[in-house]
């Protein structure tokens, strides 16, 4: 049977408005940032945004900004009905936020949405309602100077969108997020937000760049900081407000980028200032930090994505070398880092052995130093101990244990070097992705920690995985929370003071460095900080247990979740070679 042509016709206005929404409206944090763009391109200097459910349900954003006359309110509904283009040179060089027109047709499309706005000199505001696209008749209302927008059942009409969303914490969180970027884009513009009911942020209009970073990134970043200035020429800016290395994270989402108050994704930018950060950070880290950059906008393309994240820019290598060079100035007058420079050599499972002599970890201690970097030396039998259970692993003698952190161990005629982090962490993983809780210790005196947006809303998504990993926090109110209990292994117990670092990793979706799915993830990062750590001291047949628990896990894993080797062995023909023996 031969299929019939289809012709080719023009697609209905509605269908047209639904891919358009498609294109603009991914999220409520979409119609956060569009909205949020509409009301500083219209001069508010105080922008307020609530939101209900995540927003699926309801999204409010009020501004103090010009408004909008009435004869031109209808016209805001219209999509590619824009005031912030002249003429068709417009495009090669925007300087608005919002200029494409189509973002509240787009949200209209999909949604119930209700636009109240008065202009400054109109004795009242005028609204108009909008259900499906479908524009009502014009009516009379009372409110300052200024605009409100309201959305209401975001893809009402479109269910296949909506079932895509995410649960309310999430989508909640990524409103969050975008409401912290214009912010510290702009930060000239004091921004509030509230969900169901609750303030969750109050950002203060500010000129000052570091006092406002610190509102969003906490008082470890403030303590911690350094500004960049940089100036090229007379239309290039770089500005920025970085911590110095010790203050570090598992993911790029601590650094918020901006292009003439733009808040934009862009790769190159990110990799040239964590180039400039290169042998001050494990590669396993990332800088946090603010920057800003200023140039002429016929220098940078905006319209090169639907939703504008992405930008393009003329001579963007110059650009980037400005800002590494930018932030590696600011850096190297910013004092000493607090922690060493990150290894030259990096090891993994399938690493060779150390490149180093072994007695560079046995050298006898300097002068009036009286720790020995061999600490808890065993008093090993003429015959080695078997250390692992029957059948589950290599004969191991434990030797002793360097820097509190790598044991040594005898396995034959080779030698062994054992991270008891690692190994720990790797039977917290497994127990966690097992569904069996950790144990729990409670805290005789509550730890009170504070909080950010971000933090507290990752603690209500994973509400589950915290009960289940001895967790136990309760809100005290203004961003503040009490630790109860913590989670407890091998007599060893979690520092309550470190929540909010695992929280703000899980609001990243958990360890990067994890190459499974988000659950893995997660439960890595519980795990990180949940296990024995460097500087813990373990007895000795603790350590056998962990080991001999590790090789009894199913496939025997050789590392931690992160990909770090659980051990490194050292062959005693290696051995032989560096002590010159192998001719011998």
Not at 30 to 40: F, G, T
Not at 250 to 261: E, T
Not at 514 to 520: H, Y
Not at 540 to 560: F, H, N, W
């Amino acid at each position: 049977m031969t299929a019939s042509r289809r012709p080719i016709r023009r697609l209905d206005a509605g269908t047209v408005e639904r891919i358009a929404a498609g294109e603009v409206v991914e999220r409520p944090a979409s119609v956060v940032k569009e909205l949020l763009e509409n009301a500083i391109d219209a001069e508010a200097s105080h922008i307020v945004v609530r939101i209900d459910g995540g927003g699926i349900e309801r999204i409010e954003v009020a501004d103090d900004g010009v408004g909008i006359p009435p004869a031109e309110l209808a016209l805001a509904l219209e999509r590619h009905a824009t005031s912030k283009l002249e003429g068709p040179d417009g495009l090669d060089a925007i300087r608005t936020l919002g200029f494409r027109g189509e973002a509240l047709a787009a949200v209209a499309s999909v949604s119930h949405l209700r636009l109240v706005s008065r202009a400054r000199g109109e004795e009242a505001a005028t609204g108009l309602e909008s259900i499906g696209g479908v524009v009502g008749e014009p009516f009379l209302s009372a409110r300052a100077p200024g605009t409100t927008v309201t959305v209401a059942r975001l893809f009402f009409n479109t269910p296949a969108r909506r079932k895509f969303l995410r649960p309310p914490a999430r989508e909640q969180l990524e409103v969050v997020d975008t409401v912290e970027r214009s912010y510290l884009a702009l930060p000239r513009v004091g921004l509030e937000l509230s969900a169901n009911g609750s303030e969750l942020l109050r950002l203060p209009a500010s000129a000052d760049l570091g006092e406002a970073a610190a509102h969003v990134l906490g008082p470890e970043f403030a303590a911690a900081s350094i500004e960049v200035h940089q100036v090229e020429g007379p239309r290039v800016r770089v500005e920025g407000c970085f911590a110095r290395p010790e203050v570090s994270r598992g993911s790029a989402r601590g650094l918020y980028l901006s292009v003439n108050g733009r808040p934009i994704v862009s790769r190159p930018f990110a990799q040239s200032v964590r180039v400039a950060y290169a042998d001050r950070l494990p590669r396993t880290r990332f800088p946090v930090g603010v920057l800003h950059l200023e140039l002429d906008p016929s220098k940078v393309d905006v319209n090169v994505h639907p939703t504008k994240r992405e930008v393009r820019f003329e001579r963007e290598a110059e650009l980037l070398e400005v800002t590494r060079r930018a932030v590696r100035a600011a850096l190297e007058g910013g004092g000493p880092a607090n922690l060493p420079s990150a290894p030259r050599d990096r090891f993994s499972a399938t690493a060779p052995a150390l490149e180093r002599p072994l007695p560079e970890f046995l050298a006898p201690p300097a002068p009036g130093h009286h720790t020995s970097p061999l600490q808890s030396r065993l008093d090993a039998p003429s015959t080695p101990p078997k250390v692992l259970g029957a059948g589950a692993g290599p004969e191991l003698a434990l030797l002793g244990v360097v820097g509190r952190l790598y044991w040594l161990a005898e396995s034959g005629e080779d030698l062994l070097l054992l991270d008891q982090h690692a190994a720990s962490e790797r039977l917290l993983f497994a127990q966690l992705l097992g569904g069996t809780a950790l144990a729990q210790q409670r805290l005789v005196s509550p730890v009170s920690v504070r909080l950010t947006p971000r933090e507290a809303g990752a603690l209500s998504e994973h509400s589950s995985l915290f009960r289940s990993a001895g967790f136990e926090v309760e809100e005290v109110g203004g961003g503040t929370w009490w630790v109860r209990g913590v989670p407890s292994y091998r007599g060893r117990i979690a520092p309550a003071e470190e929540l909010p670092r695992l929280l703000a990793e899980l609001a990243d979706g958990g360890r990067p460095a994890v190459p499974d799915g988000l659950a893995e993830r997660r439960a890595a990062s519980v795990a990180c900080h949940a296990a024995v750590r460097a500087g813990d001291r373990i007895e000795p047949e603790e350590m056998r247990r962990i080991l001999d628990a590790v090789y009894r896990l199913p496939g025997a894993p050789s590392t931690c979740p992160h990909g770090r080797p659980i051990a490194l062995r050292l062959p005693r023909s290696r051995l032989d070679r560096w002590f010159g023996r192998s001719g011998i």
